[in-house]
């Protein structure tokens, strides 16, 4: 008989911190060769096209940009998020609170049209998603409910209460009652960056410019230190005078504000109306995204553009060797289970006991 | 890891442009876009059917390639794209939520021939098909309300939209034209593939007292529910008999094959051009599997009501009709035209359910 124990490490190296991520993402390109040698494709073809392929065209590069996106922007937040030890799962319904609340222009006042209506479907959306963040702040810190079961059940609400908008009182009138609204007017289409070479949008810029304020807030402002002092200790957060209960309404506030913008900026970006269904899960993604990328803003750039990356990999693979694009959520799951294994072993080490030694020890 | 990525790239490059050098430049590549896996054994299994007919029937002068379970929306756009520019001249998108998409991408690439499957927009390079799956869903009323005994038969819908609403107003009245007594029970999955929250659904719809479930939703299993609860089903889409060999009546098979040979025909000889159809039992596009686990007299009937429909001599919606709020839709002897037929968002009377709206 034997036992397996995970001891926490009384010091962690530096240098695997930082490395963690390029392990995990080593791992699971191996992990991947392998999987693909036993499936009968060349390894080498696979991840060629999956990984390189994507990269050697301008319109494909617009195409990880518009991906990127969302994933960047929703990955900011939940840093914010993770770092103060709140676990808000429920991106993905803030994601698309957002995205109905920016909507509310474009879809209820078609005709409103001028510069003002991108600004304004902007700060609705991010008004949208700050509101839906705030619902399991607020029972967090009045009730003491558990805010990965109430944010993550908020998603399938925000899911069904789309879905009933599309296909009741938002539905497109000449749209033989199919499920989906009006085309936003050309007002409110966020613009694309390079209209010639492809179709990324502003949403890229703004998930650029997400990342370096709240990379700036954590590293330089006071609220960045708060964020992380009540997040590693509650107790030691208290005696500095710092509020959890404010600090939670803060982080949920900042991570349902970012979800919404990119909700609203993938509306109105790259989809152009509210659909049943106006996210392939990306809220989900942005939390591998968040922890591939260190909880750091600036990691999450790289992350996220990594992770865009498998999305667009997945149809690459289908198209040239027809791998399955089941093949892209395998590497996203992938990726998760290294990055958290590798993590663990920094900070814990694991220690096989055999039942005998042990009760020769106590013998003894 | 850039590094790394860019040294195995260096490394592998050669390969994989032996792999796309293969191939011939004479060749049509046709692409198609799938809702969900070839491994539905519904909607997407019979378009991925309809593909390796036309591969077969065409040989060496056509390439085929699809990208399965494409989400419909923003990503839809891209993968059409890619497909455009991987050198497809030919591209099928084959759910009604690729619409705008292969419109936008239609834009871009004036040289590609883009079929829709399911939508109402066309364009000089865009085709409309679309099948009257409701005929058939008629020919299952009928047989519905006379292998009945408790005379309510439970009906699994994917979306409340117009094709399926279609549906289960032809199975009502076809069930009604037999016992005018005759009710639907709707439950709405949702989904066009969820295996799980079918079988919910189905297992619902039994214990609520049906006695056959029909579906119009892309996997077996209300099928296998049905099955093993000892009840009788139709298959959707494709032939399901072997998930219920003692269970299915019936099955619609969408037989896309034909068209596909035929467009494909056209580009390659240059005579393509943009059309809208609506095509069904008469032209082949519907077609009914075996007629099974009934007795002769209810083959028999099942038979001649599916012949009268392709003569064209039965049309399903044909009135006097009520809808389900009691108020007159079809007059005594009229038929309900393509474009109400198309964009159908009520009930006809006697389906109980209220119509998600």
Same mark, same amino acid.
């Given at each position: ?178 499920? &989906? ?176 030694? &042990? ?6 | ?70 989400? &419909? ?285």
């Amino acid at each position: 008989m034997m036992r397996i124990e995970i001891i926490r490490r009384p010091q962690h190296s530096a240098l695997f911190s930082a490395l963690s991520p390029f392990i995990a993402l080593l791992l699971t390109l191996l992990a991947g060769a392998v999987l693909f040698a036993i499936l009968g494709k060349n390894p080498v073809a696979a991840l060629y096209s999956y990984f390189v392929e994507p990269l050697t065209e301008i319109w494909s590069i617009h195409e990880l940009l518009i991906k990127a996106a969302p994933l960047i922007l929703i990955a900011v937040g939940l840093s914010v998020c993770f770092l103060s030890n709140n676990w808000n799962i429920g991106a993905e319904g803030q994601f698309i609170a957002g995205g109905v609340a920016g909507s509310i222009l474009p879809v209820v006042f078609p005709d409103f049209q001028g510069w003002y209506v991108l600004p304004v479907m902007l700060v609705l959306g991010m008004a949208g998603g700050m509101a839906y963040a705030a619902i399991p702040a607020l029972l967090k810190t009045r009730f003491n409910t558990n805010e990965i079961l109430t944010s993550l059940m908020l998603v399938y609400v925000a899911q069904l209460f789309l879905d009933w908008l599309v296909r009741g009182p938002w539905r497109n009138p000449q749209g033989y009652n199919f499920p &989906e609204t009006i085309q936003f007017n050309s007002s409110a289409i966020l613009p694309e960056i390079w209209t010639a070479s492809g179709r990324a949008h502003w949403g890229f810029v703004l998930a650029l410019l997400a990342a370096l304020l709240v990379w700036f807030m954590l590293s330089r402002m006071l609220s960045g230190y708060e964020i992380k002092v009540l997040g590693r200790s509650a107790r030691a957060g208290r005696f500095a005078g710092f509020s959890a209960g404010r600090l939670t309404f803060f982080a949920f506030l900042i991570s349902g504000a970012l979800a919404g913008l990119a909700g609203i900026s993938e509306v109105s970006g790259a989809v152009g109306q509210l659909r049943p269904s106006i996210s392939p899960g990306y809220g989900f993604t942005a939390i591998i995204v968040a922890f591939l990328g260190r909880l750091n803003p600036l990691g999450i750039i790289a992350a996220g553009l990594v992770l865009a990356l498998t999305y667009l990999g997945g149809e690459a693979a289908q198209i040239s060797l027809g791998i399955s694009e089941k093949s892209a959520r395998i590497f996203q799951g992938m990726v998760l289970f290294f990055i958290l294994a590798s993590d663990t072993l920094i900070y814990y080490r694991i220690r096989i006991v055999s039942r005998s030694v &042990e009760t020769a020890a106590k013998g003894a | 890891m850039k590094k790394y990525i860019l040294g195995l790239a260096a490394g592998l490059g050669l390969a994989s442009l032996a792999v796309t050098g293969a191939f011939a430049a004479d060749k049509l590549k046709v692409g198609f876009i799938y809702i969900g896996p070839p491994g539905d054994f519904g909607w997407t299994y019979q378009h991925d059917q309809g593909r390796k007919e036309m591969e077969k029937a065409l040989g060496d002068q056509v390439e085929t390639t699809f990208l399965e379970s494409v989400p &419909e929306g923003a990503d839809a756009e891209r993968s059409i794209e890619r497909l455009a520019r991987a050198g497809h001249k030919l591209i099928f998108t084959t759910s009604f939520g690729y619409m705008d998409p292969t419109v936008k991408v239609a834009q871009k690439f004036p040289d590609v021939k883009f079929e829709h499957a399911t939508g109402y927009k066309t364009a000089e390079n865009v085709s409309v098909y679309n099948s009257r799956f409701y005929e058939g869903r008629y020919v299952q009323g009928v047989i519905a309300a006379k292998m009945s005994k408790v005379g309510v038969a439970g009906y699994i819908g994917s979306f409340p939209i117009p094709e399926v609403v279609q549906g289960i107003n032809a199975f009502m009245l076809g069930a009604q034209s037999v016992n005018p007594d005759f009710k639907v029970k709707v439950i709405w999955a949702n989904s066009w593939f969820d295996p799980g929250k079918e079988a919910d659904a189905a297992k619902a719809l039994v214990d609520q007292g049906v006695d056959i479930i029909t579906q119009h939703t892309d996997s077996t299993a209300p099928m296998q529910v049905a099955a093993e609860r000892k009840i009788k089903a139709f298959g959707q889409a494709s032939d399901m008999i072997k998930f219920g060999p003692e269970t299915q009546l019936t099955s619609i098979v969408d037989n896309w094959g034909p068209y596909y040979i035929e467009r494909a025909k056209a580009v390659i000889d240059g005579s393509w051009k943009s059309h809208n159809v609506f095509e069904g039992m008469k032209e082949g596009l519907v077609v009914m599997a075996p007629y099974t686990n009934m007795p002769d007299d209810v083959k028999k009937l099942a038979e001649e009501t599916q012949a009268k429909i392709a003569s064209g001599e039965l049309k399903p919606f044909t009135g006097p009709v009520k809808k389900q709020d009691g108020s007159d839709w079809l007059k005594a002897g009229e038929t309900a035209d393509d474009k109400t037929i198309l964009s159908m968002n009520f009930y006809v009377a006697g389906v109980d359910d209220k119509l998600p709206q």
